[in-house]
């Protein structure tokens, strides 16, 4: 892989990871509540513009994975290390957080989650169930792994029409789960597609009109998809499973066509300096339950959507993101060892 794709890839995967974190910072609902302002835009931020992320995050998983030649047991001996030793860790990590916080008076109500203190529900936190709920993209990720020389078979044999059926069943189901998401395997598979198949870029040809054409649809499309979930209005002649799909499908085409914009690419560049971009997979399993925490203490004080709402929605995932990065540098220079057991001992 050339340097500027490679650097491209570390940039969007670190993009996806912010829209992640800015999504998870979804303020729940005040009891009573009727339609606001407030509502509608944390539906057009949340569940319309940043949902690309999935998407993103699996085709680039996908393409990293196969674009070496593919060695079946080498591969999932290094995501044991990469991925299934972190979740584990990780795992206990917030599931000690969470009981030590339920055996406190002071932060026991605030919390409010109904935990059981015995063997078999702590085991099912660090296994199945963990605090961490975005660990579902590690874990469809070592599924995935497990099944490679399917999906390798899948994209040397027809990849077209597999890749058809999966969107058909995609748009139909959402994100509903069987074994892995069906959204999970059509875009670890187009990655894997393009990274046997050699075909990262755009034609250079008419990426301008692609840029406008992709833009566009993004915006308008989730405009109409968060505003319909907001008002519960979507068209009986197309399911909202289609419109949510169209939104990630156009925001990532838009993300991954945008970063070729000079401009863009010089800006990106710039300002995210390697020890940034460093740290994403460790913002990724850091910010959760912490983001967590920080809203429920924040809607302690939000009585009904009004001015805090704003503020809070936006406070609530940057403050994440700085102790996120205050901890990775200070792991990274006092206790690099750790640092390493916690990111599967990742350089980017």
Same mark, same amino acid.
């Given at each position: ?76 001996? #290094?995501?044991? &290390?990469? +991925? %299934? *030793? ?6 206990? !990590?917030?599931?000690? /957080?969470? $009981? @030590? ?102 034609? #250079?040809?008419? &990426?301008? +009109? %692609? *840029? ?6 993004? !915006?308008?499309?989730? /405009?109409? $998809? @968060? ?105 990274? &220079? ?15």
């Amino acid at each position: 892989m050339d340097k500027y794709h490679s650097q491209k890839i570390r940039i969007l995967n670190f993009i996806s990871i912010l829209a992640v974190v800015f999504w998870h910072a979804y303020l729940a609902p005040t009891p009573a509540r009727e339609f606001s302002g407030f509502y509608l835009f944390q539906n057009l931020i949340t569940s319309a513009f940043l949902r690309f992320s999935i998407p993103m995050f699996f085709a680039i998983s996908g393409y990293l994975f196969f674009f070496k030649p593919f060695h079946y047991w080498r591969q999932v001996q #290094k995501r044991i &290390k990469t +991925l %299934l *030793l972190p979740y584990l860790i990780w795992s206990l !990590l917030g599931t000690l /957080l969470i $009981y @030590g916080l339920l055996l406190l008076p002071v932060t026991r109500n605030i919390i409010n989650m109904q935990w059981e203190f015995n063997i078999s529900h702590f085991l099912r936190h660090i296994t199945i169930e963990p605090v961490q709920y975005q660990f579902w993209f590690l874990r469809d990720l070592m599924i995935l792994a497990v099944f490679s020389p399917v999906i390798f078979f899948m994209s040397k044999k027809l990849p077209v029409l597999w890749v058809t059926m999966l969107t058909i069943i995609w748009f139909l189901v959402g994100d509903r789960s069987y074994i892995v998401r069906v959204e999970s395997l059509l875009f670890f598979l187009l990655g894997a597609i393009l990274a046997i198949r050699g075909g990262i870029s755009w034609p #250079k040809k008419n &990426k301008n +009109l %692609l *840029l406008i054409l992709s833009g566009t649809l993004w !915006l308008t499309i989730s /405009l109409y $998809y @968060g505003y319909s979930i907001t008002k519960q209005c979507f068209p009986e002649i197309i399911p909202p499973n289609i419109w949510y799909g169209l939104s990630k499908l156009t925001g990532l085409a838009f993300i991954w066509i945008v970063y070729d914009v000079k401009k863009v690419n010089k800006f990106l560049n710039h300002h995210l300096a390697p020890k940034v971009l460093n740290g994403t997979f460790f913002l990724f399993c850091f910010h959760e339950p912490l983001l967590t925490i920080f809203e429920k203490l924040s809607l302690q004080i939000i009585i009904d959507y009004n001015v805090f709402s704003y503020f809070f929605y936006f406070f609530n995932p940057l403050l994440s993101i700085t102790v996120s990065f205050f901890v990775y540098r200070v792991l990274s &220079k006092h206790t690099p060892g750790i640092l390493k057991a916690l990111t599967g001992n990742r350089t980017n």
